[in-house]
């Protein structure tokens, strides 16, 4: 007979929706708002179910106020401005995400099921994120992606990193292969996209397949077949696209590049040559305002002149930027450059301040870091909402998947378990 104690808890229930919906985000964009939506209230539901028996870590405690001050300020500046909230989405969402975390971080450890598989759902998820992102970059052109292409690379850039890291750190050989294939897997779709500002998670992919070449394979023979299996992956996806990606979109930056500094009539109508003049009347125009910056209106006006002196229907048909960190300081001036530069101050503080933290963690926040700073100094990621929503949630599902869990067996460990001391781990064997 089924009793109430034996349904599900409404934490659990909440866990299928929310991972099946990250997964089928870059095939449907709004699938990515729905998880976040979900990782919100599964925080709130751990807050009123499970009282909470610690505090965040400092450093964590540090970061998020340092954080949640930068956004207060830049809130400030653009109420001094009259922006509204239209465009303020980003400092929003990690408000609440920071809130969350916090729920979380009180809460070590959770439930014994999620304990057992919070390695799995984390690597698996992402995985599968990976290969349906690989399935639409390969089958849909660039122009016709489900949403704007560069936002949707860098998420898949923080994807890559994160799984690059699984493969190099996971404790078991399974979810190794699992994290090395998502991590091909989502450097693929980043490669058909040819979002030229996400190849730093391609690069990073690479350089870690080169390490593990170079320190493994001599000794582990079947490490090479998981470095085969990723050259095969890249080699049979190559021929057309790999080309346009990596050949003709190159040489078209060299050649764009070349024309503003030639100062070519057409220059502003090309992708580089229309950022590097934004960049280069935005770096003048920030000098004058340097401390609260222009707000919203005033930046739309500028790129209109802009756009009239150099006579660029390009430039005219832009709202911001293309650089994240310039984007801010114009708009909000000190208060906004802060907040820019605190998405990769933070990620990084954590990495090596806060304590306990395994190396699989630890590098997931460096490879976090490497491609939202890189990615920033191409695009205005941050104006998409698929982009933030997807930090935000990827954050909050590290948070509950990996740093919960291993502070909760970290609270455990200097213990007694069942009135004997813990048993010394295992010796790992390195048998992917």
């Not at 866990?15 to 729905?34: E, F, N, S």
């Not at 976040?36 to 909470?52: C, K």
């Amino acid at each position: 007979m089924i009793t109430w104690k034996r349904w599900p808890s409404a934490e659990a229930l909440l866990w299928l929706p929310l991972l099946t919906a990250t997964a089928l985000a870059p095939a449907v964009p709004k699938m990515m708002g729905l998880a976040l939506l979900l990782a919100w209230l599964l925080a709130w539901v751990q807050a009123r179910r499970q009282p909470a028996s610690s505090s965040p870590p400092s450093a964590w405690r540090q970061a998020l106020a340092a954080a949640a001050l930068l956004i207060g300020l830049r809130l400030l500046a653009a109420a001094w401005h009259g922006d509204g909230l239209a465009e303020r989405h980003w400092e929003l969402k990690w408000l609440i995400t920071s809130l969350a975390l916090a729920v979380v971080l009180r809460r070590p450890g959770g439930p014994e099921w999620l304990l057992r598989h919070a390695a799995t759902l984390w690597v698996g998820t992402l995985t599968a994120m990976a290969s349906v992102g690989m399935t639409v970059a390969l089958v849909v052109e660039r122009g016709n992606l489900v949403t704007n292409a560069i936002p949707w690379a860098n998420v898949m850039g923080l994807v890559a990193v994160a799984l690059v890291a699984q493969a190099l750190h996971s404790p078991t050989s399974r979810l190794r292969w699992c994290a090395g294939w998502g991590a091909t897997c989502a450097s693929v779709a980043i490669m058909a996209s040819h979002t030229r500002g996400a190849y730093t998670a391609v690069v990073l992919t690479l350089l870690a397949w080169s390490w593990l070449l170079w320190q493994r394979v001599l000794h582990q023979a079947r490490w090479g077949a998981l470095l085969g299996v990723a050259a095969l992956v890249f080699a049979m996806s190559s021929t057309p696209w790999m080309q346009e990606a990596v050949q003709h979109r190159w040489l078209q930056s060299v050649e764009e590049w070349r024309a503003v500094h030639q100062q070519a009539p057409t220059a502003s109508e090309t992708s580089v040559g229309a950022r590097v003049l934004l960049w280069q009347h935005a770096w003048t125009a920030v000098q004058s305002e340097p401390w609260w910056g222009v707000g919203i209106e005033g930046r739309r006006a500028l790129i209109r002149q802009w756009a009239d002196l150099h006579d660029s229907a390009t430039l005219r048909a832009l709202g911001h930027v293309h650089h994240e960190y310039l984007h801010a300081w114009l708009d909000h001036g000190l208060a906004g450059l802060g907040v820019a530069l605190a998405m990769v101050a933070v990620p990084l503080a954590l990495a090596f301040r806060s304590r306990p933290m395994d190396p699989a963690t630890r590098w997931t926040l460096v490879g976090w870091a490497v491609v939202v700073g890189v990615g920033g100094l191409t695009n205005v990621n941050t104006a998409h909402n698929y982009y933030t929503s997807g930090i935000c949630l990827l954050w909050l599902l590290l948070a509950m998947l990996q740093l919960q869990p291993n502070l909760g067996r970290s609270a455990a460990s200097p213990s007694l378990t069942d009135g004997q001391p813990r048993a010394a781990a295992a010796p790992r064997h390195d048998t992917m």
